[in-house]
């Protein structure tokens, strides 16, 4: 699985204050995404195939979502929940595990995400590549959490935005779930270098600059995509069916259309 493209230079630039006010926020996340939902959404993440069995629970998620207002709350109810599609999609893709890898998936590929927490094997670098946040000794920062956070600038970034010090504590991210849903956020919610955020894009909060039109950039889930993978846009091609397939399935269960622009086939990639 090629994972290490997705997001890990994507979030070099992230910075978010906790419990951010994004406005126009109704509701709570738990009034779209119930626990019997969740369930159904991350059907095999509690299987013993998946290394992260146990770890991604439903009260963790909740928790995460309401310390930052706006997400999964913005706008009607079919914003919101397109919104909450797109960040599961975006997420199990970089998690996905379990049978599937075997092709012989139950219920298919793209009922298998968050089955990962962590990358890296046994041994990983320690990923300390910068010297704005010293690394203590024996403290590593490989991928960890939804969008596997990695190195110590992001771990950094992402603890100073939530109130947490994961440069001194970066395993929370892969035993706390609430914690590492928090990073999921945190990256969500955030605009980076030259990017919106993917939580602007779905919510309608983003309109597209005459260098974007021209780029073919667009709101919808393609832009999301070219977002978190921009090596996989601009091909001409359905290189990136993999996140349509989370993003459709995740539309037909919370009973909400697509929307427009699915892929980024013919998106030029952000730098």
Not at 23 to 51: A, E, Y
Request: net charge negative; aromatic share 12%.
């Amino acid at each position: 699985m090629k994972i290490s493209a997705l997001v890990f230079l994507a979030l070099a630039t992230l910075s978010i204050i906790p419990a951010q006010d994004l406005s126009n926020g109704v509701g709570d996340v738990c009034s779209i995404i119930t626990s019997d939902l969740f369930d159904q959404m991350l059907k095999h993440r509690n299987d013993d195939t998946c290394p992260s069995k146990g770890f991604y629970t439903y009260d963790g998620f909740i928790a995460a979502a309401r310390s930052c207002n706006g997400f999964g709350t913005t706008g009607n109810d079919d914003t919101r929940k397109r919104e909450l599609a797109a960040f599961f999609a975006q997420t199990s893709y970089i998690t996905i595990g379990g049978n599937w890898q075997a092709g012989n998936a139950s219920d298919g590929q793209f009922a298998w995400g968050y089955c990962v927490v962590r990358v890296g094997g046994h041994h990983p670098p320690p990923y300390c590549t910068s010297p704005d946040w010293p690394c203590p000794p024996s403290k590593s920062y490989y991928g960890r959490g939804p969008v596997l956070l990695t190195h110590n600038y992001n771990y950094g970034m992402a603890g100073q935005a939530i109130g947490v010090d994961l440069i001194n504590n970066p395993d929370l991210v892969e035993t706390d779930t609430t914690t590492s849903f928090k990073t999921a956020i945190w990256f969500w919610v955030t605009p980076q270098g030259g990017k919106p955020s993917p939580h602007d894009v779905m919510t309608g909060r983003w309109t597209p600059s005459a260098d974007d039109i021209s780029a073919g950039r667009l709101p919808g889930f393609g832009l999301v995509t070219n977002i978190f993978s921009s090596w996989a846009c601009g091909r001409g091609e359905p290189v990136e069916d993999h996140w349509i397939g989370f993003y459709k399935r995740y539309c037909d269960i919370l009973g909400v259309s697509y929307g427009d622009n699915l892929d980024c086939d013919n998106q030029k990639p952000y730098a």
